[in-house]
């Protein structure tokens, strides 16, 4: 730890403590930008931070505990830095800026537990952390949605991925015990109370990010917008693939290429498995839960072209042994976790299976953890 830092530490005091989760989804990948439903959940491992109002008037100053880094800016001038992770933060203040005053000049201290690069949204987890604890320091009362559109905004400007608004949402909103079934549409929610037992949520994680992440997510956005556009030419009524209907795509395929075709019929085909499941949650059937699971992840494969073979090699080995009940990649792509549903007795020696196959196979250590559905970002003590 270097002298800076330190000195940092030591004459910190904190006037507010904020906890910020990471998500997962169960369902519904890549549907949120297209005014879809999903179904995510916060985890019970999250980014922490301290704050406190700045003694200087105009200077911010941030320390990453996990990056062990400390940077400054001024709260009067603000831009896009070489630092992607400053940029979320900076971002979310930014935002802020333009539709309320009062946000003076803060200190954070920011600590985290959540796997980075792993597709459980440690980005949205920073940004509404950011959002919620100065929304607090400076009684600025703005509302929930407020926040998780500004942190939207914040990825979109100040990042540069157009992501839907699933991750804030789920990150802010989410509570213990339940999955958030969101309407991306119209951004409304509804909590569907969640009992695996006697399966849990485990998380593998591939520990890659290939770099085709980020730029082809924005890819697939625009290649959804192409779709919607060519309707739209014919059907005024069209404003995302949300009114787009499975004979409407039929009827434009000889119009679509097949790539573009594909794209939109894994979106439509999500939806319905979405809400598919949801049903299945309520009535308790789990095993029909996990096969809408492994359907989701062939059409993410097959279809959308974003997985890898790291992510699909680990749920064709999930599929192989009778404890686990669904398996898919979850998250932007290319990378980051599966999300597996097994039963809770077969947890030790799966894992144990499944790192020695994986490594075998791609020379890299395969990491793991268990959570349960948990609450949103929120003050603690």
């Known amino acids: 730890m270097n002298k800076q830092i330190a000195s940092f530490l030591n004459s910190f005091e904190s006037q507010l403590k904020v906890m910020s989760p990471g998500r997962i989804n169960f369902i519904g990948e890549h549907t949120d930008y297209n005014n879809g439903f999903v179904l995510p ?5 999250k980014i922490t931070f301290s704050f406190r109002k700045s003694v200087s008037k105009t200077q911010c100053t941030i320390l990453s505990t996990t990056y062990q880094k400390l940077f400054t800016f001024s709260i009067d001038k603000i831009s896009i830095r070489e630092a992607t992770w400053e940029n979320y933060i900076v971002g979310v203040v930014a935002e802020m800026q333009k539709i309320i005053s009062g946000i003076g000049a803060f200190d954070c201290i920011i600590d985290s537990d959540l796997p980075l690069g792993s597709g459980v ?4 987890a920073l940004e509404c952390g950011i959002a919620y604890g100065l929304n607090a320091l400076f009684k600025l009362n703005l509302s929930t949605l407020q ?3 500004i942190s939207q905004r914040a990825e979109h400007e100040y990042v540069g991925t157009k992501c839907g608004i699933m991750d804030q949402y789920a990150v802010m909103k989410s509570k213990e015990g339940a999955v958030l079934l969101l309407d991306c549409l119209i951004n409304k929610h509804s909590y569907i109370e969640a009992s695996f037992d006697p399966y849990v949520i485990v998380l593998l994680n591939t520990n890659v990010s290939h770099n085709l992440a980020s730029s082809e997510y924005n890819t697939r956005r625009e290649e959804c917008e192409f779709v919607v556009n060519t309707i739209r030419k014919d059907s005024n ?4 693939l949300r009114d787009v209907t499975f004979l409407q795509l039929q009827q434009y395929k000889d119009q679509l290429s097949k790539n573009h075709y594909e794209r939109a019929a894994y979106v439509l085909e999500e939806n319905e498995r979405v809400l598919a499941a949801v049903e299945c949650l309520k009535t ?4 029909q839960f996990g096969s809408l699971m492994y359907a989701s992840h062939r059409g993410l494969q097959y279809q959308y072209d ?6 699909d090699f680990l749920v064709d080995f999930s599929e192989t042994n009778k404890e686990i009940l669904g398996s898919r990649m979850m998250g932007g792509g290319f990378g980051g976790c599966t999300i597996n549903l097994i039963h809770k007795n077969a947890v030790d020696d799966f894992v144990k299976e499944a790192s020695k196959a994986y490594k075998e196979k791609f020379g890299i250590a395969l990491t793991s953890f268990v959570t349960v559905p948990s609450q949103g970002t929120s003050m603690y003590s």
């Open 284 to 287: 308790g059937n789990l095993k």
């Open 41 to 45: 959940a916060a985890i019970d491992k």
């Open 237 to 240: 009524n069209v404003s995302s």
């Open 147 to 149: 926040m998780i559109e």
């Open 121 to 124: 949204s440690s980005s949205a």
């Open 306 to 311: 974003v997985s890898c073979p790291e992510l």
